[in-house]
């Protein structure tokens, strides 16, 4: 018996021995509707990278990932076209592992956006879009 395992699902698939050497087995699996795969809460990065925001545009939320390897200090922030700060999605330490920040943009106007996300391991700005 052959036990496959996933986040949804245990498949067990047993394998008759009354089966010829000839004889064949086919097993056809569909996984369908995936919203997304999580990553082990003790993943640790092997480098720092701030993925691109997505999605962008978006409205009203819109989500930042970044990899941090080593414990570092770090603020992640919104400024909008004129350059001015609006939010801060995080300011402090930031242990080694994979985050996500979200940030709500319902309260703001449809338009250009930059998220800010500067730690002693690097810095990186994207521009996003709100549309309503």
């Known amino acids: 018996m052959k036990q496959f395992f996933s986040s949804l699902a245990i498949f067990l698939v047993t394998i008759s021995p009354l089966m010829a050497a000839s ?3 086919s097993i056809a699996i569909t996984i369908e509707n995936v919203t997304g795969i999580e990553t082990p809460a003790d993943f640790i990065p092997d480098h720092y990278e701030v993925y691109a925001p997505y999605p962008n545009p978006f409205n009203p939320e819109v989500t930042v990932q970044v990899d941090i390897p080593e414990p570092t200090s770090g603020t992640i922030s919104i400024y909008d076209i004129l350059g001015r700060q609006i939010a801060t ?16 943009g319902m309260q703001y106007a449809t338009g250009m956006y930059f998220v800010r996300v500067s730690t002693n391991l690097g810095s990186q700005t994207y521009k996003i879009l709100l549309l309503k």
């Open 89 to 104: 999605l995080y300011q402090g330490i930031i242990t080694p592992g994979r985050y996500q920040y979200h940030w709500d």
């Open 23 to 25: 004889d064949s087995l």
